[in-house]
Structures are given as structure tokens and as C-alpha cells.
Nanobody, 115 residues
């Protein structure tokens, strides 16, 4: 069993920055892909950013150029650096890590972008 724990959410003003981190309870080299999803009130959960095989990245069009996903194998973490935040980025952000057989999710961290 793998536990994922997110941190770094909070309240930020439009245009501000936040860094989310997700720590896994075991070595992340076992995961084929690691990602961040988000779910805004009344909306479906959507993919924000994914890193596959340790280096291939994919971003939702809405966050390209503003968000950066990265992983640190030594710390068993995947992070999401968010800049130029907009009110529409307000959501609960979830960490996800996949092996070929299993998919693991964190409980989420709330990001609120408001003045």
C-alpha cells in the first residue's frame, strides 16, 4: 500500500505563486507516471500536469507556461510550482501516482486564488 500526502495549498492573491508537494510513502521510482489533478466546485476532476518515465511532461492548456511539474527521487516527492495564479485555478489539487497495475491518490490540498 502506498500513501500520498499533499502539502502547500492555501490562499493566494491573483498573480501570486504557490508550490505544492506530494510525498509518497515509498520510493517513487516504481511509478510510471506522476501527476497533479484538480477539481473545482461543481466541476469534474481534470488533469493539470503529468510527468512520465521521470522526464516526459504534459500540461493542460490552461496552465502551460505558468505551472511546472517536477520530481525528486531522493525525497520521494513530486511537486507543482504554480505561478501567475488566476481565480479560475481555485480548486482542490490531488496528487496521483500510477504503476502499471495500480493508481494511487492523495486526499487533496485546497488552493484558493482570491483578492
Amino acid at each position: 500500500q502506498v500513501q500520498l500526502v499533499e502539502s502547500g495549498g492555501g490562499l493566494v492573491q491573483p498573480g501570486g505563486s504557490l508550490r505544492l508537494s506530494c510525498e509518497a510513502s515509498r520510493n517513487i521510482y516504481i511509478f510510471n507516471a506522476m501527476a497533479w489533478y484538480r477539481q473545482a466546485p461543481g466541476k469534474e476532476r481534470e488533469l493539470v500536469a503529468r510527468i512520465s518515465d521521470g522526464y516526459m511532461t504534459h500540461y493542460a492548456d490552461s496552465v502551460k507556461g505558468r505551472f511546472t511539474i517536477s520530481n525528486d527521487n531522493a525525497k520521494n516527492t513530486v511537486s507543482l510550482q504554480m505561478a501567475g495564479l488566476k481565480p479560475e485555478d481555485t480548486a482542490v489539487y490531488y496528487c496521483n501516482m500510477d504503476t502499471r497495475a495500480m493508481s494511487y491518490w492523495g486526499k487533496g490540498t485546497l488552493v484558493t486564488v482570491s483578492s
